[in-house]
Each structure stands twice: as C-alpha cells, then as structure tokens.
C-alpha cells in the first residue's frame, strides 16, 4: 500500500512539473530576454488585490462591503477587531441590548463598554473575509468604523510608497 501512495505522489509531482520543463525547453530563444525587457506589471493586477491611497490627513480611508451593505472604514493597525458605531450596526440591523455590553474596549477617548458581534463578510474591493469578529462601541466612544486586524490578519498587507496595498 505504501508503494502505491508513493507512486502516486511521484506521479502528481512530475505532473505538475512537466508542463513548466515543456514550456521552458520549448520557448524561443529570445523569450527571455523579451520577458526581462518588458515593463514591469501595474502594482494591483492581482484581481483580489486592492491599493488604497492615505488621505489627506495621513489615514487610509476605505469604503467596505459589511453583509452587503456599503460604509466608510478607517484603517488601524492598532484595533484588534472591527469596530463600528451604534448607529452604523443599526443600519446592518445590528442592535445589541444593554446587557450585550459586556467587552472592556480601549479607545482614544478612553475606556467604554462594547458589544461583541460576528460579521459574516466583509467586503473591501474584491477582497472577501467571511466570519470576522467585531465590536459596537456608542457613537460617542469612535469618531469613525475601524477596519482592524480581525480582518486585516486575514489578508496580505504592506504599506508601499505611500500607499496601503491589501492582497487576498
């Protein structure tokens, strides 16, 4: 049975290694150095990749695709989870009660009670992370919704000439 597992191993290699020997062997001679030549790709020509410019205020500011409804995000580094406004959750038909309340959270206006939620996609561009954890924090505890790292982490990230590129 091991001989059999093994062979089939050996077979999915060399299948999957052929087919680049065959093109190398068989390209024209000047291949590559037309390839070399060429100019280099534009920086987003991955499909699910997308570059977001920083603001005029040094932010980078994203528009997001939460359960299919659209809203502005500011990107931070520095928050463990989504976190959205009351009044934006509303409009997602999320409204936890008092009692949901049950999270410490550390905001730049200090400490506030929030409420744990389970977003089932959130959409940036053509970038889709599904079951992301967040919070809903009173709209006076955040200026702006934070795109954090329960997202962030699941997706390529770099910051690069200015620019923040997000790679799925």
Do not use: C
């Not at 561009?125 to 079951?131: D, F, K, S």
Request: aromatic share 4%; hydrophobic share 45%.
């Amino acid at each position: 049975m091991r001989h059999v597992i093994l062979f089939a191993a050996m077979a999915l290699l060399v299948a999957g290694l052929a087919p680049r020997f065959y093109a190398n062997v068989n390209a024209p001679a000047g291949a590559a150095v037309q390839a070399t030549a060429a100019e280099p790709p534009p920086e987003t020509t991955n499909s699910r990749s997308m570059t977001i410019q920083r603001s005029d205020n040094g932010h980078f500011r994203v528009e997001a695709a939460v359960d299919g409804r659209r809203m502005e995000f500011l990107v931070d580094t520095g928050a463990s989870v989504i976190a959205l406004r009351e009044s934006d959750a509303g409009r997602l038909g999320i409204h936890p009660a008092q009692r949901e309340y049950t999270v410490k959270a550390s905001t730049a206006n200090g400490m506030v009670r929030a409420a744990p939620i389970e977003l089932n996609r959130v959409e940036v561009g053509a970038i889709t992370v599904r079951n992301v954890s967040g919070l809903v924090l009173p709209d006076e505890a955040l200026a702006h919704n934070l795109l954090g790292m329960s997202f962030l982490s699941r997706v390529r990230w770099e910051h690069r000439n200015g620019r923040l590129v997000l790679e799925q």
